[in-house]
């Protein structure tokens, strides 16, 4: 299959095809300045709408290929390219990531003092399969592995929506944080539990 046939295959386009809002259009114009050639900007621009994507409630939590074509254009490459460099960097979302974004380090120093029992705890309690990572079926919660993040001296340690680190951890602060986390997704989602079935995070985190 050929790479822009991966790319729909990947992920289908939504009905309201993706444009950039006007103030991420101009947000684009200034970052295009700091590069030599409109191509050079290609990482900022697919962050950028990145984030837009993930504000956004009404679209897939993911790079479409209608996000991929709308970068592609702002950038002057072909949409392959684009795909090609959002699936090569971990930080951009080509599968569909939960409302949380849990990366858990397992790299050496983390292992070393538990991170890779940090990572199936974690899993456990979301009940994602650890061999994989992946979402709750709620769709609330994405766990998966991280190379290291640089944190080694706070190990074992995880991040949060790629912003928060979260250090020293062992599995019983993995569970305040799970809970805590959980009530902040029920209180965004107005009191009630997210949308569809919370079983899954609601009784791992009671175990
Ligand atoms: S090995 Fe985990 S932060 Fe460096």
Same mark, same amino acid.
């Given at each position: 299959m050929s790479t822009a046939g991966h790319l729909e295959a990947e992920a289908s386009t939504p009905a309201n095809p993706f444009a950039f809002t006007a103030e991420n259009e101009q947000k684009i114009a200034e970052i295009r300045t $700091? /590069?030599? +050639?409109?191509?050079?900007?290609v990482l900022p621009v697919l962050w950028v709408a990145q984030q837009q994507v993930l504000a956004?409630?009404? $679209?897939?939590?993911q790079l479409t290929p209608d996000v991929i074509r709308a970068v592609a254009a702002a950038c002057g490459l072909k949409p392959a390219y684009v795909w090609g460099v959002a699936t090569f960097y971990?930080? /951009?979302?080509t599968k569909p990531v939960g409302e949380r974004l849990i990366e858990v380090c397992t790299s050496v120093a983390c292992a070393l003092v538990g991170g890779e029992e940090l990572y199936e705890h974690v899993c456990h309690r979301l009940e994602v399969d650890p061999a994989t990572g992946g979402t709750t079926a709620d769709g609330t919660f994405t766990v998966r592995r991280a190379e290291c993040l640089g944190a080694c001296g706070y190990a074992p340690m995880l991040q949060l929506d790629e912003g928060p680190f979260f250090e020293h951890l062992t599995p019983e602060k993995a569970d305040e944080l799970l809970a805590e986390w959980k009530r902040e997704l029920a209180a965004r989602a107005g009191g009630k539990p997210?949308?569809?079935? +919370?079983g899954s995070v609601k009784e791992g985190l009671s175990r």
């Open positions: $700091r /590069y030599p +050639s409109h191509q050079s900007a956004d409630p009404s $679209r897939p939590r971990t930080m /951009y979302h997210a949308t569809g079935s +919370s």
